[in-house]
């Protein structure tokens, strides 16, 4: 059996849901306290035993090169001052094994993937989508490894969704499980309407795949919004090989849009080191606060106050 050893990153979206922010900045540099979000995908790539990376890019997307090169002056900078500590922070990022290529037309998830393909050769391989940032005991990658592992097959990282919100993700139609956590999948759908969606399954952003994907991809058609959709072609290779879904049950922050990226930034902040404290001591102020203003509590905030005070 082939060892997993590669990791392929697409970090070409446009980014929209952030503008104007992302205007003239790649939306995965866009940081979560102090960490650009893409950041936090790599770590889990290594953290899963993955030895090549490949990110692809597109416009405005050179800062995410600079951010995974070595940087002298700044380096030479640091250890003039003494900041030892912060000369490690910036040197965790260099000397990896990372590649970049350019996705030159936004087609799609499907034809961002297909730029692999050269990379990629004839291995198993992991796609990493950035949106979704996963915290659990055992990193979800290396998870979705083990599962290959257990069944030579590719396997797909799904969570249950609250129904009305099945049109954003990739929803599955789950068979019997074959084992543990593992589903036989029916059917992979792009973005179904609730009324439609075959469950409240939806992939997450992690995925591992064989090889065969890319001569599918190849021929993918436009599906869902008019783009050439991963999820399309991963249906038809469950058609020839299986395509296990694995049921993953750890957290997982969504930082693909604004809600999302203000709740994983103070949900990491209450864990920071250096803000931490403050964090806590003003959300119980602001909670006071909202309490006079509004009369009631806000459940939220009510929920995260007790979290704290528990602490
Ligand atoms: C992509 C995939 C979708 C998946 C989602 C997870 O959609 O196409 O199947 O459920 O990522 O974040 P996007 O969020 O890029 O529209």
Do not use: C, W
């Amino acid at each position: 059996m082939q060892k997993v050893r590669k990791a392929v990153i697409p970090a070409a979206g446009l980014g929209t849901r952030f503008l104007p922010a992302t205007k003239a900045m790649a939306k995965e540099m866009l940081p979560i306290v102090d960490k650009p979000t893409i950041q936090f995908i790599v770590e889990e790539a290594i953290n899963s035993g993955i030895e090549d990376i490949l990110i692809i890019t597109g416009k405005s997307k050179r800062p995410i090169e600079d951010h995974f090169d070595s940087n002298p002056e700044l380096e030479e900078n640091l250890k003039e001052k003494g900041k030892l500590d912060l000369l490690e922070l910036v040197e965790e990022t260099t000397g990896l094994n990372l590649f970049f290529v350019r996705q030159s037309y936004p087609k799609g998830l499907g034809h961002a993937v297909l730029q692999a393909k050269a990379f990629v050769g004839n291995e198993p391989f992991v796609v990493m989508l950035g949106d979704d940032l996963m915290k659990d005991e055992v990193p979800l990658t290396k998870q979705l490894i083990e599962g290959y592992e257990k069944t030579h097959a590719s396997n797909i990282a799904v969570m249950r969704v609250p129904h009305e919100e099945t049109s954003r993700y990739g929803i599955i139609d789950p068979e019997a499980k074959a084992d543990e956590g593992l589903y036989n999948v029916r059917k992979f759908v792009e973005k179904p309407d609730p009324s439609e969606a075959p469950s409240d399954l939806a992939i997450i952003g992690r995925y591992l795949l064989t090889p065969e994907i890319f001569s599918i991809l190849e021929k993918q058609e436009p599906g869902a919004g008019g783009e050439v959709q991963l999820t399309d072609a991963i249906d038809t290779l469950n058609k020839t090989q299986r395509v296990f879904a694995l049921e993953y049950t750890g957290e997982r922050y969504d930082v693909g849009d604004k809600f999302g990226f203000l709740k994983t930034s103070i949900e990491y902040g209450l864990t920071h080191p250096q803000v931490k404290d403050d964090l806590k001591e003003f959300i119980l102020e602001l909670a006071d606060e909202l309490e006079e203003k509004d009369g009631a509590k806000n459940e939220a905030v009510g929920s995260l106050e007790e979290e704290i005070i528990e602490e």
